[in-house]
């Protein structure tokens, strides 16, 4: 169960959601681990989580991902903590609601730089301190809407689209390197994230669980428990021949037509 043993692991978004799951999983794995995120509190309640002999293995790093400076910090700041980096885990985004014709240029930008300025500078400065381990392991965070574009997440697919293609380019360009990039797409999670987006549209309470039961071929809404496993195999040296792989975990979940009545 040491899988991550000996690793230092880096997690954007590792505040909440599946983020904070695979932070605690990857302690757990033995590894040591660097989250990052803007919720100070969410952060400290994750570190209380971990006992006396694992608290010495995961730190909090404070950071707005919007900013480079803060993403090249995050890095610094865990391998000055545990001697280098092995694995980064990108899963920190938002999913905000809009049609193209309702999409602001100001959420247009919210969108692009924190699901993809973000990824792309964290993966930009993860790279020397992968390069000088001789390898690791990026595993960025997919959306269904990457491949199908939902009517009402028009800037968030294209965000995901140009995440996806990151991803190519780092497997395809540092394979030499063994440095590996992975995709894994959730399908639909009652994060924080969604929940507060739900709640903004007005839904009432239960319409989540109501609409995952109709919605999902397996009959329910993903939890954060269903993808951990997956990651943690990404970033562990069990898949060290897999790169620019699209891991689809969603559960059957691939609205390629419209799903339900957005309005
Ligand atoms: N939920 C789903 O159904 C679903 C489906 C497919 C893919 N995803 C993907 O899952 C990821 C998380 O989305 P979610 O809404 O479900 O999230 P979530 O679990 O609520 O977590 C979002 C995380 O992103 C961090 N974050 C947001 N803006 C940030 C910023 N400017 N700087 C630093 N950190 C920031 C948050 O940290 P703080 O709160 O600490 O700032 C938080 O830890 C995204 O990549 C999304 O595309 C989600």
Redesign the pocket.
Known sequence: MQRLEGKSIVI?????????RVALAAVSAGACVTF????EQ??AEIIKECGPEKRTRIQFAA????KPA?CEKLMQTAAQAYGGIDGLF??????PAATLMETTAELFDDVF???VK?PFFCCKYVLPYLLDRQGGSIVN?????AYAGEIDRAA?ACA?GALLTLTKHLSMNYARDKIRCNWL?????????????RQAEGREAGWLDKIGREVMPMGR??T?EDHVEAILYLLSDASSQVTGSELQMTGGFWPAAPTYQHR
């Open positions: 954007t978004g590792g505040t909440k959601g599946v983020g904070r990052a995120g803007r919720d969410a952060a950071g707005d991902l919007r803060d990108n899963y920190a985004g938002i999913l730089a924190i699901d973000g965070t997919g959306s269904v809407h968030y995901k797409t959730m399908g639909w999670v009652p994060t924080p994230g969604e929940l507060a987006l809404l993903q954060v």
